[in-house]
């Protein structure tokens, strides 16, 4: 599947309808989400702790139609805990909402 790059905002409206400051106010409480989920993978050292963080990180992208996020967690799953590729590629991922 190929990366949308309006599939946060689509999917936002298609919640919300066409309540602009609404729909801006999911975009940031996922945006947090997001953030909070891949700082705590970036500091997990164990597998459980990775994975947790994993996982939530592709259920909250998943919910949202964020494919390119998605397949970085889940990539970030099956990864070692800190591994430096899989923590770039899921920030990487998170970042390209911003543009």
Do not use: H
């Not at 309808?17 to 700082?39: K, V």
């Not at 996982?55 to 998605?70: D, I, N, P, Q, T």
């Not at 799953?77 to 970042?95: C, E, F, K, L, M």
């Amino acid at each position: 599947m190929a990366y949308d790059p309006g599939a946060l905002n689509t999917a936002l409206a298609a919640a919300v309808g066409d309540d602009p400051s609404l729909i801006a106010e999911l975009r940031a409480a996922f945006m947090d989400s997001a953030l909070r989920q891949a700082d705590l993978l970036s500091r997990a050292r164990c597998d459980a702790n990775w994975q947790m963080a994993a996982w939530r990180l592709k259920g909250l992208a998943a919910s949202f139609g964020a494919v390119r996020l998605m397949d970085a967690a889940e990539a970030a799953a099956t990864a070692a805990p800190g591994d430096p590729v899989a923590v770039r590629r899921v920030n990487s991922a998170i970042s390209s909402f911003d543009r």
